[in-house]
């Protein structure tokens, strides 16, 4: 079975880290999303990158870039529009999306999230949890959604859960670890401790 196609959420304006690309933060010596690229790639055979950035700067990742198509970068619902829209020119009923400051995503994400998605309709997406907590930009989303998700944008909808959990969402669970699979660099004290784990310098 061919894996859905997969996208990278690097979409944000990075506010917590000064505006800068974290995307391109060095941890132990590498950008940060190519720590997420390691993780993910093996595990799909069509990924790409959800970025606003200036194509140039983001093509040291060899992935195809998708920017956002609204407007304002309304936050990863427009990161996940843009995933469903590249994968329908794919002829995919389903695409993963994981965002870009996760460097210890699992290395069984889309498995699991495909197995999960084997027990409920081919309607509702699938989203990963841990520690009772919901991780909704780490989701399997049907491509037949993406109408529902513009006009959802376009009325003014922002929250991922808030969205996935009208579209009847199911979460999967996923073990506790240290560090945990889903830690989200935000901050450069976020960054230090990511280095710490992996036992490098950022």
């Not at 498995?111 to 949890?129: G, K, M, N």
Request: overall charge negative.
């Amino acid at each position: 079975m061919r894996a859905p196609p997969t996208v990278i959420l690097a979409g944000g304006a990075s506010r917590r880290m000064g505006g800068r690309d974290k995307g391109l933060a060095l941890l132990a010596g590498r950008p940060l999303l190519a720590h997420v690229i390691d993780r993910i790639a093996p595990q799909c055979e069509d990924l790409a990158l959800n970025s606003n950035a200036d194509a140039r700067t983001m093509a040291q990742f060899g992935l195809t870039l998708l920017p956002d198509r609204t407007a304002g970068r309304p936050g990863p619902l427009a990161g996940i529009l843009a995933a469903m829209d590249w994968a329908d020119t794919l002829g995919a009923v389903q695409v993963v999306t994981l965002p870009g400051d996760t460097p210890f995503v699992p290395l069984d994400l889309i498995p699991r999230l495909l197995l999960a998605a084997e027990d409920v309709p081919p309607t509702v997406p699938i989203i990963a949890q841990s520690a009772e907590r919901a991780h909704p930009v780490v989701g399997l989303w049907p491509v037949s959604l993406r109408d529902d998700l513009a006009a959802a944008l376009a009325g003014g909808t922002r929250r991922v859960l808030d969205w996935a959990l009208d579209k009847h969402a199911r979460g999967v669970a996923f073990p506790a670890t240290s560090p945990d699979m889903f830690f989200n660099v935000n901050t450069t004290d976020d960054l230090d401790e990511a280095a710490r784990w992996i036992g490098g310098a950022s």
